[in-house]
């Protein structure tokens, strides 16, 4: 299994917004794509626009899967609109 751990910074104003988005982003990944195991979002108790998600994947092709994914495409297009700064790994 793999694991991704990305955090993110919400523009000022966006934030709802991007929860509808990521809420579908999160739900479509694990309903969708069998290699995804698990999807949590969380919001920084300190910062209500700094999030942090944990994602669990089966091996490298259920990632590559999910970046492949119609669904992705949707979620990077309104990142690109909504976060400010995001680091993963």
């Known amino acids: ?4 751990v990305v955090s993110l910074q ?7 917004a ?3 988005a990521i809420t579908e ?7 969708d794509e069998p290699g995804c195991l698990f999807f949590d979002v969380t919001v920084d108790t300190t910062d209500d626009h700094r999030f ?6 089966a091996d490298q092709a259920a990632i590559e899967a ?3 994914a119609p669904h992705f495409a949707v ?12 680091a993963g790994s």
């Open 10 to 16: 919400v523009k000022p104003g966006h934030r709802d």
């Open 1 to 4: 299994m793999l694991a991704l």
């Open 25 to 31: 982003q999160a739900e479509r990944s694990f309903t």
């Open 18 to 20: 991007f929860l509808a």
């Open 52 to 57: 942090v998600f944990y994602e669990l994947y």
């Open 75 to 86: 979620w990077r297009a309104a990142a690109a609109e909504h976060v400010g700064a995001c």
């Open 66 to 68: 999910h970046r492949a």
